[in-house]
């Protein structure tokens, strides 16, 4: 075993406190990596806060980890020392089940181990990223390019494959009209992809406080949807909404938006059940559909993808004692776009 020190909670809400874990000795199959970078996700708050239940307490959170190589297991033939890796929201599979072998492991029948707050196949409880150091099957590593530095690499582990697999998933390209509903940590990481992928890209949001940086980082159209009138200004326009919010929204209107066949898709994870009207849906064939992250080959693909088209979420790197602050800002919506902890600061 190998000890290392964590930011950790005692419970629901309890604050972070510097502490220490055990983490497993190397198997053959396994990569250590020393952790640079991780990132801060709303739905680490969720889990830190025990909003969607099921929280396994002391929790350390965090799936957003950019490193570097340390050791390797003598079957480990993809890494080696001093590479720059990067591990995002699970940590293994069966690798056997229909999902996994054609690379969605988050879908794994056998049920997908989370980074953290999760229970591995041998019953102990996962511990991620807001640590110096993690120990992962060389399967759910993947290479970070060169051309990303890990601090601004590390969302998106999560951020970023949550808002490219969907688009990818649902087909943007060129001659395709996509809205990004908010212009947040997730948001802003969408606007690029889909106009990277070739599609007219609309942003909605609450208000026009953000539309400048939209603009320059790709968007075609800016609307406030404070503005009722926006609602019937664009009916029936996207063929993809794309809603990054964890907030709840009036369902019926957003929909009033899609074209036949259109499709509104969830990444966002409101705390509370959404609300629609089934003939929003079946008057013009349109679709609600939620997306959860990618696989381990799309990640891959996604972090290759944003090297190549200078993709990077805007971040603000933060010492390990500002993690809980950093909570309270995210949720104050205080934040442009994500926190990012160095961990040498640990």
């Known amino acids: 075993m190998c000890k290392t020190h964590v930011l950790s909670v005692s419970g629901a809400k309890a604050p972070f406190e510097k502490t220490t874990i055990e983490r497993r000795e190397l198997r053959p199959d396994d990569i250590f990596i020393d952790i640079k970078y991780c990132g801060i996700c709303h739905s680490d708050i969720h889990n830190a806060y025990d909003e969607w239940g099921g929280g396994m307490f002391p929790m350390v959170p965090g799936h957003e980890m950019a490193g570097v190589v340390r050791a390797v297991g003598p079957e480990v033939t993809k890494f080696y020392v001093g590479d720059r890796v990067g591990v995002g929201c699970f940590v293994d599979s069966c690798e056997k089940c229909e999902y996994c072998l054609r690379g969605e492991e988050q879908f794994c029948t056998k049920g997908v181990v989370l980074s953290y707050n999760s229970l ?106 404070s503005d009722p009138a926006v609602f019937t200004e664009l009916a029936g326009r996207f063929d993809l909404i794309l809603n990054t919010v964890s907030a709840n929204l009036d369902v019926d209107a957003y929909l009033s938006m899609l074209r036949v066949d259109g499709t509104l898709v969830n990444v966002g994870a409101p705390t509370q059940s959404d609300k629609y009207n089934v003939f929003s849906l079946i008057m013009q064939r349109r679709s609600i559909a939620g997306s959860l992250v990618g696989g381990i080959r799309e990640t891959q693909e996604m972090l290759d993808f944003s090297a190549q088209h200078g993709i990077a979420p805007k971040i603000e790197v933060i010492r390990a004692d500002q993690v809980d602050e950093a909570y309270e800002r995210v949720l104050r919506s205080d934040v442009r776009y994500r926190f990012v902890i160095d961990i040498s600061t640990l």
Not at 156 to 173: E, H, M, S, V
């Open 120 to 225: 591995d196949y041998d019953g102990n409880l996962t511990y991620g990223g807001y640590s110096q150091n993690i120990v992962v099957k060389e399967e759910f590593v993947v290479r970070i390019p060169d051309a990303l530095d890990l601090d601004v690499a590390s969302p998106l582990l999560c951020a970023g494959i949550t808002t490219y697999a969907p688009l990818r998933k649902w087909n943007t390209g060129p001659g395709r009209k996509v809205a990004i509903v908010g212009m947040g940590g997730l948001g802003h990481l969408a606007v690029q992809y889909a106009h990277a992928m070739g599609a007219e890209v609309t942003v909605l949001s609450q208000s026009l406080n953000k539309k400048s940086e939209a603009l320059e980082l790709g968007a075609d159209h800016y609307f406030a949807t």
